[in-house]
């Protein structure tokens, strides 16, 4: 058990839809990081977010979006789904993002089925 | 964006086999990590290497940093049955999001009774 936990474990939605991703970093943890994971694409970055702001961004969607609250959880929304938007979306987080050891340590994800 | 060569793409071994795979870049990586992935749920982490050169020990796991800092390698000896899945392994890079790790595609460590 990572420490990293997120919500919900399955997700079934249809075209069109939106849904939201939930994720509890470590305790202690500050950074939180998001990745998708399909068979063609692999484990692709997200974005990051970092004591409640943004940080850095990578392969985001705009349809897609993220924040961090103050109790430092998570949530990253996907809205007007599309087929290709089916995959595993995992969370990770680690104790300082500010370029420096970088130890992700990752949940157990959400298999999204659109 | 930058992309992790990883090899082999899979590998068929015996129980007891010493196993080993790399990751290759063509752009100066900061850190490596390596994970192991079983089927359903997320990568563990199992190495982070820092500097260049460096050379990390888990058991029965040993990773190194290459020299150029393009490259490193993940040792498995004595592989046991629990050693089954995915491997993957990963880095940030200079000039890459902040933190965000690149992953290699992985490699899938199959053991034959």
């Known amino acids: 058990d990572s420490g990293v936990t997120q919500t919900p474990k399955h997700l079934i939605t249809a075209t069109g839809q939106r849904v939201t991703l939930r994720c509890s970093p470590r305790?202690?943890?500050?950074?939180v990081y998001w990745y998708q994971q399909s068979l063609d694409q692999g484990l692709q970055f997200l974005i990051q977010?970092?004591?409640?702001?943004?940080?850095a961004k990578g392969n985001i969607l705009e349809r897609f979006s993220a924040q961090q609250f103050p109790d430092l959880h998570s949530e990253l929304n996907l809205s007007s789904l599309e087929l290709g938007d089916s995959a595993l979306y995992f969370c990770?987080?680690?104790?300082?993002?500010?370029?420096?050891?970088?130890?992700?340590?990752f949940g157990p994800g959400t298999r999204l089925t659109v | 964006g930058q992309q992790l060569n990883q090899s082999p793409q899979s590998m068929f071994i015996q129980e007891g086999e010493d196993v080993s795979m790399n990751c290759t870049s063509s752009?100066?990586?900061?850190?490596w990590l390596w994970y192991k992935q079983d089927p359903g749920e997320g990568p563990v982490l199992l190495i982070a290497?820092?500097?260049?050169?460096e050379l990390t020990s888990n058991g029965r796991l040993t990773a190194q940093f290459g020299i150029t800092r393009k490259d490193s390698f993940l040792n498995i000896s004595a592989s046991i049955p629990s050693d089954v899945g995915i491997y993957f392994c990963?880095?940030?890079?200079?000039?890459?999001?902040?933190?965000?790790?690149?992953f290699g595609k992985g490699t899938h460590l199959i053991i034959q009774p």
């Open positions: 752009s100066i990586f900061n850190t």
């Open positions: 290497l820092y500097k260049a050169g």
């Open positions: 305790s202690g943890d500050l950074s």
């Open positions: 990963a880095g940030t890079y200079s000039g890459g999001g902040a933190d965000g790790l690149t």
């Open positions: 977010y970092y004591n409640g702001e943004e940080r």
């Open positions: 990770a987080s680690s104790v300082d993002g500010l370029a420096g050891p970088n130890e992700q340590y």
